[in-house]
Nanobody, 119 residues
């Protein structure tokens, strides 16, 4: 059993910053990719940023230059630093991790954390 627990969401004014954290715990051998997705009302869930175990990153075009993803492998934790936030960043943000358990990869999701950016 693996759990992903997110924290750090909230309400912020446009131009402000927030930092999301997601800690994985449980029967983890290793974690491959970790990432953040978001889903706004009436829209599909979309990738925001992802990071491999080696530190390679990938960002959605809409957040490049404003968001930074990082991870602490020793703590099985991934972070998303969000700067220069815009109202269109408002969404529920979900943490994702590809976890190796018993020699197999499994996809896990956090419960989601609300980010609201006011104009």
């Amino acid at each position: 059993q693996v759990q992903l627990v997110e924290s750090g969401g909230g309400l912020v004014q446009a131009g402000g910053s927030l930092r999301l954290s997601c800690a994985a715990s449980g029967s983890i051998f290793s974690i491959n990719a970790m990432g953040w997705y978001r889903q706004a009302p009436g829209k599909q869930r979309e990738l925001v940023a992802a990071i491999t175990s080696g530190g390679s990153t990938n960002y959605a075009d809409s957040v490049k230059g404003r968001f930074t993803i990082s991870r602490d492998n020793a703590k099985n934790t991934v972070y998303l630093q969000m700067n220069s936030l815009k109202p269109e960043d408002t969404a529920v943000y979900y943490c994702n991790a590809v976890v190796v358990v018993g020699g197999y990869e499994y996809d896990y999701w956090g419960q989601g954390t609300q980010v609201t950016v006011s104009s």
